[in-house]
C-alpha cells in the first residue's frame, strides 16, 4: 500500500511541475510580447493644434521635409500627417522607413553603394487610427545610429562602431504609409531630408 501512494505522489508531483513549466512559459512569452509591442509603438499622436502642416487630400501623407542630426545629437523628432480618404478607419496603420540612399560614397558593411538604410534608426508607428475623411498626425523618432564595418569614399573602417555619416552629408529616405479598413488599403509614400551637422 505504501508503495502504491508513494508511486502516486511522484505521479502528480511530476504533473504538477509539468503544468506549472507551461505556465511560467505563457507568462514568459506574454510579458516578452508586451515589452515588444511597447518599443515598436513608442510615437505620439499629435492634437490638430500641435499640427503645422496637416495632410489633406489632395496631399494624403505629409512629414517635415528637412530634420537636422549631429554626431552629439543623432535622432530628431519627425512629423508626420496622415489623411484618409477612404469611407471608413484606418485602425491598423503602420509608418516605416522603406529606404535611405545618401548623397556621399557610403558603403553600409557589404550593402550597395549609398544605399544607407541599414544606419538609419526609425520608430516604426504601428496600429495607429486615422477616421474616415480626416487627418491623424503623428510625432516619431529619426536619425543615425552606429555601425560596425562601412567604407566611405573608398577607405574602409573596420569593427568601428561609429556613425558613418559626417558633417555635411545629406541622406534621402522615403516613408512608407501602409494600412487598410474593408476600403480602400492605404500605401503612400514621400521623402524626408535627413542633414548631418558639425557636433555643437
Do not use: H, W
Not at 476600403?183 to 548631418?196: M, R
Amino acid at each position: 500500500m505504501n508503495k502504491k501512494g508513494g508511486m502516486e505522489l511522484s505521479i502528480n508531483a511530476i504533473v504538477i511541475l509539468i503544468i506549472a513549466m507551461v505556465v511560467l512559459g505563457i507568462g514568459i512569452l506574454f510579458i516578452r510580447g508586451m515589452f515588444a509591442k511597447a518599443q515598436t509603438t513608442t510615437f505620439k499622436a499629435l492634437t490638430s493644434q500641435e499640427t503645422t502642416n496637416p495632410a489633406s487630400a489632395d496631399r494624403p501623407l505629409v512629414a517635415d521635409r528637412e530634420v537636422t542630426i549631429s554626431t552629439t545629437s543623432p535622432t530628431a523628432t519627425l512629423a508626420i500627417s496622415v489623411y484618409n480618404t477612404g469611407t471608413s478607419s484606418i485602425n491598423d496603420l503602420s509608418i516605416s522607413v522603406d529606404k535611405c540612399i545618401a548623397t556621399e560614397d557610403i558603403v553600409i558593411g557589404s550593402g550597395s553603394p549609398q544605399d544607407v538604410t541599414s544606419a538609419i534608426s526609425f520608430t516604426q508607428i504601428t496600429g495607429a487610427s486615422v477616421p474616415s475623411n480626416q487627418f491623424s498626425s503623428f510625432s516619431t523618432v529619426i536619425g543615425m545610429k552606429k555601425v560596425q564595418s562601412y567604407s566611405r569614399g573608398g577607405t574602409s573602417y573596420q569593427n568601428a562602431n561609429d556613425y558613418p555619416f559626417r558633417p555635411g552629408d545629406a541622406i534621402t529616405c522615403t516613408i512608407k504609409a501602409t494600412g487598410g479598413g474593408p476600403t480602400p488599403t492605404l500605401s503612400l509614400s514621400t521623402t524626408v531630408i535627413i542633414k548631418v551637422q558639425a557636433a555643437g
